[in-house]
């Protein structure tokens, strides 16, 4: 379970309880404080110090071994207190002193056995850095006492022993951590505590009074020799302890819990005038210094040529874990190259048309080739679809094979595998039988459902799709890959998601196309029926003002005929009734046209209305040598419609078709169907005469519109035809052709009492 990161509350708090730990540390032995007391005075005597010194046997004892082993020609046999310190000097007793001191107070090897921190390494390594710090500093800066560095770089990293002393188990979990990561120890102290070792070593020396020598070089002693501050007074000291760390470690003498080395020795020491011949003089007697300045502090006693064998186990033993390290981050980069090369290859194989089963095909494809190596399948299904379609890429195929699944008869199938996709915190691997059942039924038999994974491809919360494949080894292999694994899902997933956008789009844009054609079509209409009632609306106007004159016409020209006795004159005068009473029935067939009586509909049987019509005109049509047949399906639907009306538009119809064959005889056919979609019942009326071009087909519903010889036809059968079809919620359409025929389809509606007991035709009335 992963640990939420500490909050910059938690860790501040966390520093004050180190702080406050700090104080409950041992204080400086009251021997070394008083020594840092008197030492710094201008009057201070010889005996005074030895006087202090006799106060602790086996201080003096030490101080008395370090006179005999000092160039101060001092034999043991008659070797005292006196003769050492002044022979010594203050200030090379006060250093040894409180090395001794100190080291005693912060614990000696000994302690803290069995934990993390290596205590007896630490130490080592402390004392490796001050005497190589001692050593080098006689190149680097001869104004410094040399016993001053010694103890700046044996107390160089105490922050280390307080963190291990306050905080065990904290300090240790840093110290397994770098370990680990073979890092650097101080990053990890800030990671995890908030403080590093060189800040509590700071507060520490403060805590003890020790000298600013000390402090500076316990505070500074990591930053780079350029990088230290202006205000830095013991500038020379903390640089050469900085060198003489790196040289430690260098010789892998002890333990420092700093894997990282920023710089080598020869770097260093160019940058503060040491040459690489000192440099190596140093590193050949640091081994014999540390044996003989072990003593002094209460370590064992160590051999050099031991202390070389041990340097070189650690070296050997560090190596080891390098390699291994560098082995599993070889394992590591090859893992995310493999990914790497999958991403990119899919980013660059896609294009901005590829539809959404093309990206399943690459995908499956890609995958088949860098992870799989065996079946493998990818699908896509969007949140509101209930139909899934991907790509599957069998072992032995050398190209993908598509499928689509319609899921509309399991819709919580689909639910239930989304909220089982997208249930916990974190992407996973999971075996593909928990959720996706439908996949082995209908998609591919052929995979092993116990071994076949999955991962789910999410975008933006919603699941888009998934990759399945078979896995014998299964999901423990990817443990170590999931943060790859996911980057690949998440990659794959917007690929998908940008599909289906894609076809969305496709679709939406076909929609548009359609929808503004019939916007077309229904702007044309409009108008049509706009210029037909103006038209509508001028005759009835036209009819009322012609109506009065014309009945006084026809009637006076009647009254005269009655009475005239010239034959001649009498002909002529009914000629003027007879066109008289003609316009009379212009005017009412514009008056009908402009304002059709309002329909009355009922439910009507389609048989009988269309029996009507064709009987109407059989006469006419069989001296036009034109047959007139019915084929109506076996069951139809009762229409809703003004019978009469839609009779005379029928009737209407007939008649042109008729009249298309021009005297050469032929056959009009009228046929029905039922769309049970639209809940519509259609009839056509089809000729083969002479058909229509695309311009007269387009005008046919105008009024007085006729390609007919003149006084045949005023051009309003059609045009009312199609006011009566559309008045009783129809529609009215013609198709044609010139020298194949003509079609006329009409679209009715269906009663609703009728609709779900259609009539028998075939049965009878």
Excluded at 14 to 41: G, W
Excluded at 338 to 361: I, M
Excluded at 387 to 396: M, N, Q
Aim: glycine share 8%; charged share 25%.
């Amino acid at each position: 379970m992963n640990q939420e990161p500490e909050t910059k509350r938690s860790k501040s708090k966390k520093i004050e309880l180190i702080i406050q730990q700090l104080n409950s540390l041992p204080t400086l032995p009251a021997v070394a404080a008083r020594l840092l007391q008197i030492t710094v005075r201008n009057d201070t005597q010889a005996e005074e110090v030895v006087q202090l010194i006799e106060s602790d046997p086996a201080l003096a004892s030490r101080i008395i071994t370090m006179a005999t082993r000092a160039s101060t020609g001092i034999k043991r046999q008659s070797a005292s207190l006196s003769k050492a310190v002044v022979l010594l000097g203050f200030e090379a007793v006060r250093n040894a002193v409180l090395s001794i001191k100190v080291f005693e107070a912060l614990g000696g090897p000994d302690e803290g056995k069995g934990g993390q921190f290596d205590r007896a390494g630490f130490w080592k390594h402390s004392l490796a850095v001050a005497c190589a710090a001692k050593m080098l500093v006689r190149h680097i800066d001869r104004r410094v006492d040399p016993e001053e560095v010694f103890v700046c770089g044996l107390l160089h990293d105490m922050g280390k022993v307080a963190l291990d002393a306050c905080l065990p188990k904290s300090f240790a979990r840093v110290v397994q951590l770098t370990e680990s990561a073979r890092g650097n120890i101080a990053e990890l102290e800030q990671r995890i505590l908030g403080i590093d070792h060189t800040v509590v070593g700071k507060r520490l020396t403060e805590k003890w009074n020790l000298p600013e020598s000390i402090k500076e070089t316990v505070w500074l002693h990591h930053h780079y020799v350029q990088a230290l501050p202006e205000a830095v007074k013991h500038r020379s000291i903390v640089q050469t302890v900085h060198l003489a760390d790196i040289l430690a470690r260098e010789q892998h003498i002890g333990y420092s819990g700093n894997y990282y080395l920023t710089n080598s020795t020869q770097a260093v020491a160019g940058e503060l005038g040491c040459s690489a011949e000192q440099v190596d003089q140093v590193a050949r007697r640091l081994r014999e210094q540390i044996s003989e300045r072990g003593v002094l502090l209460g370590l064992d006693e160590m051999d050099p040529e031991e202390l070389y064998h041990e340097a070189l186990c650690e070296a050997n033993r560090e190596l080891g874990e390098l390699n291994l390290h560098l082995q599993q981050q070889n394992r590591n980069l090859r893992e995310r190259s493999v990914y790497f090369e999958l991403l990119s290859e899919l980013t660059g194989s896609l294009t901005a048309t590829q539809s959404l089963v093309d990206v399943c095909r690459l995908i499956a494809d890609l995958w088949q080739r860098k992870m799989a190596g065996g079946n493998c399948a990818v699908y896509s299904k969007e949140a509101d679809e209930l139909i899934i379609e991907g790509a599957v890429k069998l072992k032995d195929e050398a190209q993908a094979t598509v499928f689509l699944v319609d899921r509309t008869d399991d819709p919580e199938a689909i639910s239930l595998e989304t909220a089982d996709n997208e249930e916990g915190a974190g992407f996973r691997v999971k075996p593909a039988g928990e959720s996706h059942g439908w996949f082995f039924e209908q998609v591919s038999p052929g995979f092993e459902m116990a071994s076949t994974l999955m991962i789910p491809l999410r975008h933006g919360g919603e699941t888009v799709g998934g990759v399945l494949w078979e896995q014998a080894e299964g999901a423990r292999k990817y443990q170590g890959q999931i943060n790859y694994l996911a980057a690949f899902a998440a990659g794959a997933a917007l690929a998908i998601c940008q599909a289906q956008k894609h076809q969305e789009l496709l679709r939406l844009s076909e929609q548009l196309a359609q929808a503004n054609q019939l916007l077309h079509e229904a702007q044309r209409e409009l108008v049509r029926k706009r210029s037909m009632a103006a038209v509508g609306e001028m005759a009835c106007g036209a009819a009322h003002e012609v109506n009065n004159p014309l009945a006084v016409v026809v009637g006076r020209s009647q009254l005269l005929a009655s009475s005239e006795e010239d034959s001649q004159r009498r002909e002529i005068l009914e000629t003027i009734s007879h066109c008289g009473q003609e316009i009379t029935k212009i005017v009412s067939e514009l008056m009908e046209f402009a304002k059709p009586s309002l329909p009355k509909p009922d439910s009507v049987r389609v048989e009988e209305l269309i029996n009507r019509a064709a009987d109407a005109l059989r006469d006419q049509a069989a001296r036009e040598n034109v047959q007139i047949e019915v084929e109506l399906p076996g069951t139809l639907p009762e229409i809703f419609v003004d019978e009469e009306q839609i009779i005379m538009a029928v009737r209407e119809l007939i008649l042109n078709a008729i009249e298309s064959y021009q005297g050469q005889g032929g056959t009009v056919r009228l046929t029905g169907d039922h769309s049970e979609l639209e809940n519509e019942v259609m009839l056509e009326v089809i000729d083969q005469g002479c058909g229509m071009v695309e311009e007269t087909v387009q005008k046919a519903f105008d009024p007085f519109f006729s390609l007919r010889q003149a006084g045949r036809s005023r051009g309003l059968g059609l045009s009312r035809s199609s006011r009566y079809i559309g008045e009783n919620g129809g529609r009215l359409s013609l198709r044609s052709k010139p020298g194949t025929g003509t079609t006329a389809r009409l679209v009715l509606p269906v009663c609703q009492m009728a609709e779900k007991h259609p009539v028998n035709l075939e049965a009878g009335f």
